[in-house]
C-alpha cells in the first residue's frame, strides 16, 4: 500500500491548490493520497482509468473521522465535489483489489480552495472596466484550453494503451498463426512421404 501527501505534488500555487498526476495501480493492491484541510474549504476530484483491464477501479473518500464521503465499486471515471466540516487530513483511496492479475493506470485531479480575483480592484462593487473584462473573458478561456489539454491527453493515453493492448494480441496471434502453418506443412510432407515409403514396400513385397 503507498501513503502519498498531495501537497508534496503541487503544481500551481495560488489560493486555489491543484495537484495533477497519474501513477501505477498493480493488482490486488491499493493506493490512497492524504490532504490536511482547514474547515469550510470545498475540494474537487476527477479521476479516469486510462489503461488496464476493463478500466475500472474502487474508489472511496473518507473524512479526518473515518466517515466515508464517497464510495463507489468498478467506475472507470468520475468526479466528486465536497465541502469540509472540520479540519484535518482527508484521504482519497483507489483500489484494485478485486483484480488477480491485471494492473491499472489512473489519472487524478485534486483541487481545493477558492480562486482569488484576478486583480484586486475586481473586488469592488462597481462595474469592471473594459480592460478587467477582457482579462476575465481571457482567464476564462485560458482555464477551458487547460481542461481541454487534460482531455486531449489522457484520451491519448488511453487510446494508446488501447492500441498496444491490440498490438499485443495481433503479435501472439501471428506468432501462432506462423507455428500452426510450419506444423501444419510438416505434417502434410511426412505424410506424403510416408504414402511413398508404403508403395514402395508393397511393390519389392510383389516382385
Sequence with gaps: MLYLGLSSLLLYVSVVFGTELTFELPDNDKQCFYEDLEKDVKFDIDFQVIAGGNYDVDCFVTDPQNNVLYNEKKKQYDSFSHTTTMK?????????????????????????????????????????????????????????????????????????????????????????????????????????????????????ATT
Design 88 to 204: 484535518g487530513v482527508y484521504q482519497v483511496c483507489f483500489s484494485n483489489e478485486f483484480s488477480s492479475f491485471t494492473h491499472k493506470t489512473v489519472y487524478l485531479e485534486f483541487r481545493h480552495g477558492d480562486e482569488d480575483p484576478l486583480m484586486p480592484s475586481m473586488t469592488r462593487s462597481t462595474a469592471l472596466t473594459q480592460l478587467e473584462s477582457s482579462c476575465v473573458s481571457i482567464h476564462e478561456i485560458l482555464k477551458v484550453v487547460v481542461d481541454s489539454q487534460t482531455w486531449y491527453r489522457l484520451r491519448e493515453a488511453h487510446d494508446r494503451a488501447k492500441a498496444e493492448h491490440l498490438l499485443e494480441r495481433v503479435t501472439y496471434w501471428s506468432i501462432g498463426e506462423t507455428v500452426l502453418l510450419f506444423v501444419i506443412g510438416i505434417g502434410q510432407v511426412m505424410l506424403l512421404k510416408s504414402f511413398f515409403s508404403e508403395k514402395k514396400g508393397s511393390v519389392a
